[in-house]
């Protein structure tokens, strides 16, 4: 599955931080995270911050702990900041996604494109 969000005028930043912490409240742990800063061509006073976060579900039965989500988010603080989430509904619960969602809502909701 494929969540897809755009925020305005919200550091890129933020969002990782946030998402993040929501991901982790639901049970699983970061894996992998990567987050860069680029200059604008035009205006090198302003920045586009690309960022990847990859987290792990714990594994079934004792078993090692496998990637179920991977974040991809990219925009600037001012403007649109594009968010893409994949989720592998196999290893991550529909309740857990549910839950995931409401609170994302909540805590985001104000600053999303519709």
Do not use: W
């Not at 755009?6 to 990782?16: A, G, Q």
């Not at 989430?85 to 839950?99: F, G, Q």
């Amino acid at each position: 599955m494929q969540i897809r969000k755009t925020y305005r005028d919200v550091k890129p930043e933020l969002l990782i931080d946030e998402l993040r912490d929501l991901f982790v409240k639901q049970g699983v742990s970061v894996g992998k995270a990567r987050t860069d800063t680029y200059t604008l061509p035009t205006d090198t006073s302003s920045f586009i911050t690309r960022g990847t976060l990859a987290f792990n579900c714990p594994g079934q039965l004792g078993g090692e702990a496998r990637e179920c989500i991977r974040l991809h988010i990219i925009g600037s603080a001012t403007g649109e900041t594009k968010v893409m989430i994949d989720i592998e509904e196999s290893l991550y619960s529909r309740e857990k996604l549910a839950a995931f969602q409401d609170d994302l809502n909540f805590m985001l909701g104000a600053y999303e494109n519709r």
